[in-house]
């Protein structure tokens, strides 16, 4: 059964950068998923960031990071990150790696992570 454990979150203020790491593991080898990051605000929903469909060439973001966040992968090591850039106080949330059956945008997630606390000062 497939884990996913995020690390890298923290205390950042606004105008700073913080890369968030997804590592994978306990799938089988030719078990093949997308990855996605999403975050939860305090008092509201949780809502998708980024997701990388395939390779780096697919990756979507959630309008609110364009520009400012990329999603990539190590396919040799299993790992996910999810580099933010110029971060501001409303990127303030807890941030969730996953993994999604491949191809669906990350509307088919199996495998959450617990969650890495990232809180951005103004």
């Known amino acids: 059964q497939l884990q996913v454990v995020e690390s890298g979150g923290g205390l950042v203020q606004a105008g700073g950068s913080l890369r968030l790491s997804c590592a994978t593991s306990g799938g089988s080898p030719a078990e093949y998923y997308d990855i996605g990051w999403f975050r939860q605000a305090p008092g509201k929903e949780r809502e998708g960031v980024a997701c990388?469909?395939?390779?780096?060439?697919?990756?979507v973001y959630a309008d609110s990071v364009k520009g400012r966040f990329t999603i990539s992968r190590d396919t040799a090591t299993n790992t996910g990150y999810l580099q933010m850039n110029s971060v501001q106080p409303e990127d303030t949330a807890i941030y969730y790696c996953?993994?999604?059956?491949?191809?669906?945008?990350?509307?088919?997630?199996?495998?959450w992570g617990r969650g890495t606390q990232v809180t951005v000062s103004s």
């Open positions: 996953a993994a999604s059956r491949p191809f669906k945008h990350c509307l088919a997630v199996y495998a």
């Open positions: 990388l469909i395939g390779s780096e060439d697919g990756a």
